[in-house]
């Protein structure tokens, strides 16, 4: 679950985080698809929120969706995200944002494994950060 709520200001986000980044996690671009690192990662391991470090999403909700971005069937922990109606670019789209800093993710369609959520959770490379599982 989320923790306490983080908020900064334009200039604090510009600070710490890559042009890139600023441009996905606080003005919801979208990268291209097929061009993030994490696209093919198949490490075990947990996905955070690239500016806050909020878990997000596991490996074991990882799947290849074949739409160019990180695709995951549900979240890591109840509460983790925000969803939001998106209806820019002339689609009526579910946003999806991290809960503690409000930071632009991705999108999540109903259109994932049946088998598991049916949910695809559609997140652009750079508004996560890797940690893989502790070796052990």
């Not at 510009?14 to 990662?41: D, S």
């Not at 075990?44 to 990882?62: P, V």
């Not at 969706?65 to 820019?88: C, H």
């Not at 109903?110 to 890797?130: H, K, V, W």
Request: hydrophobic share 30%.
């Amino acid at each position: 679950m989320a923790e306490q709520k983080i908020s900064k200001t334009e200039a604090e986000w510009r600070e710490q985080l890559t042009p890139e980044q600023f441009a996905i996690l606080r003005q919801h671009a979208t990268e291209r698809a097929f061009t993030g690192e994490l696209l093919n990662n198949k490490t075990e391991g947990t996905y955070h929120c690239a500016a806050c470090g909020n878990l997000l999403f596991s490996s074991e909700t990882k799947y290849n969706s074949g739409s160019g971005w990180p695709s995951f069937w549900d979240v890591a922990e109840e509460g983790s995200v925000e969803l939001r109606i998106d209806t820019s670019h002339g689609m009526r789209r579910v946003e999806v944002l991290c809960a503690r800093c409000e930071s632009h993710l991705g999108h999540v369609f109903d259109d994932g494994p049946r088998d598991t959520t049916g949910q695809r959770y559609c997140i652009n490379s750079l508004a996560l950060e890797f940690e893989p599982a502790d070796e052990e």
